[in-house]
């Protein structure tokens, strides 16, 4: 009876330690089979979406994390970097990444991870053409005015000097004979030296050309350098306080915009990144305010008529954004960690940002 009793209960343990292990079992393979939601906006170089298949920076890192924790995971396509980050706000993703910049402000609605790299704010602008510059400066307002002297003081020396040698001209010539030799050795400075004039009037007549033509030419290669000189201040973008009169564009919703708002800056206002390097590109406005990575990566892309002016600014961390409290912070930051360590991480960045 005993021996019943004890095989009973041993029967019943086994039976409850095999229903505990098959529940723990299907837990777990449930958890394994769990799909992370993760969502994405697209915005060069971190997201690219094309023929149905997502790449870039982000992409790549997030793959990499994955890998490290054995995710599964969908991408979920969000229409805007607003639309992005109400999904963790509201927790209707597990994670959002691309090009999500930590603030304070954020950080008050949502968690982070810690920053996938360190970024900034750069001005863009298009390469100043040299040879265009000057010949604009050629064309100094006072080019007319000098012009009109020289033809003046020309056509006076000229005169001056026929009447002046004019008694010393055996061959007795007509005006316009006379007016052509009196204009070579004027223009020529009496032959090169070899035809001065004798007289006191063709002498008085030529110096004076001379000295008129030398101050009309300094006068001239003076404007000309100031002409220059101005073009290069007006021009000049060294920081973001030389940008504040000129058209300068922004993203809607960025964080380049915010910026320029904050130093009471206006704004041209695009939907669409590309355009507005294109606008750039053609001069209908003078620069672009944008993240430092996709500045770089654009003209890295083959764009050469695009090129930086100053200085990173308004430095800023990125990450991946999860919603309040998710236990997947500690995880990803392990991940990050990691990749660190093997130099994952550096190939990735170096893929993307050159």
């Given at each position: 009876?005993?021996?019943?009793?004890?095989?009973?209960?041993?029967?019943?343990?086994?039976?409850?330690?095999?229903?505990?292990?098959?529940?723990?079992?299907?837990?777990?393979?449930?958890?394994?089979?769990?799909?992370?939601?993760?969502t994405?906006?697209?915005?060069?170089?971190?997201?690219?979406?094309?023929?149905?298949?997502?790449?870039?920076?982000?992409i790549?890192?997030?793959?990499?994390?994955?890998?490290?924790?054995?995710?599964?995971?969908?991408?979920?396509?969000?229409?805007?970097?607003?639309?992005?980050?109400?999904?963790q706000?509201?927790?209707?993703?597990?994670?959002?990444?691309?090009?999500?910049?930590?603030?304070?402000?954020?950080k008050?609605?949502?968690?982070?991870?810690?920053?996938?790299?360190?970024?900034?704010?750069?001005i863009?602008?298009?390469?100043?053409?040299?040879?265009?510059?000057?010949?604009?400066?050629?064309?100094?307002?006072?080019?007319?005015?000098?012009a009109g002297?020289?033809?003046?003081?020309?056509?006076?020396?000229?005169?001056?000097?026929?009447?002046?040698?004019?008694?010393?001209?055996?061959?007795?010539?007509?005006?316009?004979?006379?007016?052509?030799?009196?204009?070579?050795?004027?223009?020529?400075?009496?032959?090169?030296?070899r035809?001065?004039?004798?007289?006191?009037?063709?002498?008085?007549?030529?110096?004076?050309?001379?000295?008129?033509?030398?101050?009309?030419?300094?006068?001239?290669?003076?404007?000309?350098?100031s002409?220059?000189?101005?073009?290069?201040?007006?021009?000049?973008i060294?920081?973001?306080?030389?940008?504040r009169?000129?058209?300068?564009?922004a993203?809607?919703?960025?964080?380049?915009?915010?910026?320029?708002?904050?130093?009471?800056?206006?704004?041209?206002?695009?939907?669409?990144q590309?355009?507005?390097?294109?606008?750039v590109?053609?001069?209908?406005?003078?620069?672009?305010?944008?993240?430092?990575?996709?500045?770089?990566?654009?003209i890295?892309?083959?764009?050469?008529?695009?090129?930086?002016?100053?200085?990173?600014?308004?430095?800023?961390?990125?990450?991946?954004?999860?919603?309040?409290?998710?236990?997947?912070?500690?995880?990803?930051?392990?991940?990050?960690?990691?990749?660190?360590?093997?130099?994952?991480?550096?190939?990735?960045?170096?893929?993307?940002?050159?």
């Amino acid at each position: 009876m005993k021996k019943e009793k004890s095989l009973h209960k041993s029967l019943c343990a086994f039976i409850v330690f095999l229903c505990g292990g098959m529940l723990m079992w299907s837990e777990g393979l449930a958890q394994e089979r769990e799909i992370l939601q993760v969502t994405v906006a697209e915005k060069e170089p971190f997201v690219f979406f094309d023929d149905g298949e997502y790449s870039g920076f982000a992409i790549d890192l997030w793959d990499a994390i994955a890998q490290k924790n054995n995710w599964d995971y969908e991408y979920k396509r969000a229409s805007s970097l607003i639309e992005l980050l109400r999904t963790q706000r509201n927790a209707t993703a597990d994670a959002a990444i691309g090009d999500v910049i930590i603030t304070a402000d954020r950080k008050e609605v949502m968690d982070f991870s810690e920053p996938t790299f360190d970024g900034g704010l750069q001005i863009v602008t298009y390469k100043k053409n040299s040879l265009r510059i000057f010949a604009n400066a050629l064309k100094t307002p006072e080019l007319g005015f000098l012009a009109g002297v020289l033809a003046g003081a020309l056509l006076l020396a000229t005169h001056g000097l026929w009447l002046g040698e004019r008694s010393r001209d055996k061959k007795k010539k007509g005006y316009v004979a006379s007016i052509g030799g009196a204009f070579w050795e004027i223009v020529t400075l009496g032959g090169f030296g070899r035809l001065l004039p004798q007289s006191a009037m063709g002498r008085f007549s030529l110096l004076s050309w001379m000295f008129i033509a030398t101050a009309c030419l300094l006068l001239y290669v003076a404007s000309v350098s100031s002409a220059l000189t101005t073009v290069k201040i007006s021009n000049a973008i060294n920081t973001y306080h030389d940008i504040r009169t000129k058209n300068v564009g922004a993203l809607k919703g960025s964080i380049a915009l915010e910026f320029m708002r904050d130093k009471g800056m206006d704004a041209i206002l695009y939907e669409d990144q590309k355009q507005m390097y294109e606008d750039v590109t053609l001069e209908i406005i003078d620069a672009a305010i944008s993240d430092v990575e996709q500045v770089q990566h654009e003209i890295s892309s083959g764009n050469q008529v695009l090129e930086t002016a100053g200085d990173v600014f308004s430095e800023r961390s990125y990450g991946v954004a999860v919603p309040i409290g998710s236990q997947l912070t500690l995880e990803i930051n392990t991940a990050l960690n990691e990749l660190r360590k093997d130099g994952e991480y550096a190939e990735i960045y170096g893929k993307w940002f050159k």
